[in-house]
């Protein structure tokens, strides 16, 4: 018996496992339920590190940015009290 399962998703995320479902004839709730088998089987998810979203692409563009200029870098710091001296200036 099969059975509906709503779930939420990053819509770029859904969009990009489709296409590269699709490429390879498979739906992706094959993929889905391949996955949801093993699960249980090996009972043990599996993560990789996930995907940056836009703003945190952003702060790596800005920082990287400023490394090469100079600007905007802080630290190291020998003590606390030497860190606390930069935030609070």
Same mark, same amino acid.
């Given at each position: 018996?099969?059975?509906?399962?709503?779930?939420?998703?990053?819509?770029?995320?859904? !969009? +990009? &496992?489709?296409?590269? %479902?699709? $490429?390879?004839?498979?739906?992706?709730?094959?993929?889905?339920? #391949?996955?949801?088998?093993?699960?249980?089987?090996?009972?043990?998810?599996?993560?990789?590190?996930?995907?940056? !979203? +836009? &703003?945190?692409?952003? %702060?790596? $563009?800005?920082?990287?940015?400023?490394?090469?200029?100079?600007? #905007?870098?802080?630290?190291?710091?020998?003590?606390?009290?030497?860190?606390?001296?930069?935030?609070?200036?």
């Amino acid at each position: 018996m099969n059975t509906t399962m709503l779930i939420k998703t990053d819509k770029i995320l859904k !969009n +990009k &496992a489709q296409k590269l %479902a699709k $490429e390879m004839g498979l739906p992706l709730g094959t993929l889905v339920n #391949n996955y949801l088998k093993n699960f249980i089987i090996e009972r043990q998810a599996i993560f990789t590190a996930p995907m940056p !979203n +836009k &703003a945190t692409i952003k %702060a790596i $563009e800005q920082y990287k940015k400023d490394k090469e200029t100079g600007k #905007n870098l802080y630290g190291p710091f020998d003590t606390v009290s030497d860190l606390m001296k930069s935030l609070n200036s």
